[in-house]
């Protein structure tokens, strides 16, 4: 990775790579879900998360480069610890709370990949490209914003 536009590449193929291990891992967080309000919430960013994926294959179509991934170390390990906490809990409530803080952790990587990549879209010219990275952005930060409302709202009483 010598340049910047290796680097935007790179990035987009790591977030490409993310993005499929979340679609994998949703569906089973909101089958563990207790809470109803839960379960909805990784039922809907699972729909949002195969728009972002779509978004990012159109970006890759955009630099005229194949749509693949490349292994994330950082996002392994996040899902890694989030189905440790879902084999482990034994408290529904409890294992709730859990997956909230695991989901967040996801969330917060990808918000940090998203921003990342639509400022060197910006700054690299790829200016088609950005519309979709900061839609796919702003998608995670609202989901952030939703998980930590149920967290805060009712969620995390219901665990302590």
Not at 22 to 29: D, H, R, Y
Not at 31 to 57: C, G, M, P, Y
Not at 63 to 85: D, P, S
């Amino acid at each position: 990775m010598k340049t910047l536009q290796d680097l935007f590449v790179h990035f987009l193929r790591d977030i490409y790579f993310a993005e499929k291990q979340v679609m994998k891992t949703l569906p089973k967080m909101a089958r563990k879900a207790d809470s109803d309000q839960l379960r909805a919430a990784f039922e809907e960013h699972l729909v949002e998360t195969e728009q972002q994926i779509a978004n990012l294959e159109e970006v890759f179509g955009q630099l005229g480069l194949k749509a693949r991934g490349v292994t994330c170390e950082a996002i392994l390990g996040i899902i890694e610890e989030g189905k440790a906490i879902m084999d482990e809990a034994e408290d529904p409530d409890a294992l709730d709370a859990g997956m909230i803080a695991s989901a967040q952790a996801v969330e917060h990587y990808e918000i940090t990949r998203y921003g990342t990549l639509a400022s060197w879209a910006e700054t690299l010219g790829h200016t088609a490209a950005i519309p979709l990275l900061r839609a796919n952005l702003d998608q995670e930060y609202a989901a952030d914003r939703k998980l930590t409302d149920l967290a805060e709202g009712t969620l995390n009483r219901e665990a302590a």
